[in-house]
């Protein structure tokens, strides 16, 4: 998967347990956040064969942006952990929803295909 992503974006690490982040220098906006992010989402929607097993994996989003000096980047990562937990939460109630973002304060949980 991270094969498929790396020209997309500047950086791809693992957290720890099942938890990465993506970290895009200059994105400009959220729209242009939303369209990578819908892009991992869309990959993830393909079947991964694992011998003769055909998995499925699933992931929950969470975005936040800053601009150069605003944040630390454990600020940041915490916006974006907070927006990912509101992300679980709308998936486990829609089955849909696997994207949200933290701006000012507030997360808004976003379907994965919204516009």
């Not at 956040?33 to 055909?54: C, E, N, S, W």
Request: with cysteine; charged share 25%.
């Amino acid at each position: 998967m991270s094969r498929r992503w790396r020209l997309c974006m500047d950086a791809v690490g693992r957290l720890g347990g099942d938890e990465f982040a993506v970290v895009l220098h200059n994105v400009g906006t959220v729209d242009n956040a939303l369209a990578v992010a819908r892009r991992i989402v869309g990959d993830m929607d393909q079947p991964i064969l694992i011998g003769d097993t055909a998995m499925q994996p699933r992931a929950s989003i969470g975005i936040a942006l800053s601009a150069p000096g605003e944040l630390t980047a454990e600020e940041l990562l915490q916006r974006a952990d907070e927006a990912m937990y509101v992300a679980k939460a709308a998936t486990r109630e829609t089955g849909t929803t696997r994207v949200a973002t933290y701006s000012h304060g507030i997360v808004e949980p976003l379907g994965a295909n919204q516009d």
